[in-house]
């Protein structure tokens, strides 16, 4: 998942991945289970329980930790009878994944300066594999895509139909022509009538052409997420329980007696959600 960098927080219950990739995210990942329907709620992707869910493997600096189906995929029926399964894996709207504890299961996990090792437990998890290259990369969602030679498709279309209005004013002139032969209309009128056409097709061709290129190649846009700084912030605040709600409430008033406000910036914000271990 190049150009996005990723969050390893404890705290979070699941995986959360960049709505950048998370389509095509689901789109791998339910092509190896064909059989089954899946519809999302809540964010988070629903399926019939299987025992075929693959291993997920997150390439971190050419190191491949692997996410086991036990681990993301949990039975959320209301009998435990595997009829409803819930994967723990869902879109942020956000330039960054977090990696949640899905993906620290079965792995003793040491922190150091700004660095973090996964040792796998035992034979719980194969040895960490590194320097492979991954079969597959994701696709990022685009929000705008261009049509497949859609400049020769909008030439196209607007030169058909800009014979068909010249088709339509030759009928006009023919029928104006008439009208001349009978000496009702006069011989100025019926060649500024043919010279206008003739310059309002050539306009129209042009005005079709553009329209039909903004429709068709408006450009490959990938989907806009919120910046770092906003993206942070409701990540970090939709975990606050009510005690931490009743903190900040307490807070906010605090400070309103104080001479001077205490800033805390997004950086600060960061740092607290990356390291909150629970």
């Keep these: 998942m190049s150009g996005l960098y990723t969050i390893f927080d404890t705290s979070s219950p699941d995986i959360g991945i960049s709505k950048v990739y998370f389509d095509n995210f689901v789109e791998e990942l339910m092509a190896t289970q064909p059989s089954l329907s899946y519809q999302f709620a809540d964010g988070y992707l629903m399926s019939q329980c299987t025992d075929n869910w693959p291993s997920i493997f997150f390439n971190m600096e050419g190191k491949y930790l692997e996410v086991a189906a036990k681990d993301y995929v949990k039975d959320v029926s209301a009998a435990q009878d595997k009829s409803l399964c819930k994967v723990f894996i869902r879109p942020l709207d956000a330039p960054f994944n977090i990696m949640g504890l899905p993906i620290y299961m079965d792995y003793y996990v040491t922190h150091g300066n700004d660095t973090m090792s996964f ?160």
Excluded at 201 to 217: C, E, N
């Design 119 to 278: 040792t796998p437990y035992f034979n719980a998890k194969a040895a960490i594999e590194t320097g492979k290259r991954a079969d597959k990369t994701l696709a990022a969602a685009l929000e705008t895509e261009d049509t497949a030679n859609g400049d020769a498709w909008a030439f196209g279309i607007a030169f058909f139909l800009t014979l068909c209005l010249c088709g339509v004013l030759g009928i006009v002139i023919w029928y104006e022509y008439g009208l001349y032969q009978a000496g009702t209309q006069t011989i100025q009128y019926l060649v500024g009538l043919s010279a206008g056409s003739f310059v309002g097709a050539i306009i129209s061709f042009f005005i079709l052409q553009w329209v039909l290129l903004l429709v068709l190649m408006p450009g490959n846009k990938v989907y806009d997420v919120e910046d770092p700084d906003t993206a942070i912030a409701k990540v970090y605040n939709s975990r606050l329980g009510l005690v931490g709600i009743v903190g900040l409430i307490a807070a906010y008033f605090g400070k309103k007696q104080q001479p001077e406000k205490k800033v805390v910036s997004a950086e600060a914000a960061l740092d607290k959600l990356v390291n909150n271990l629970e």
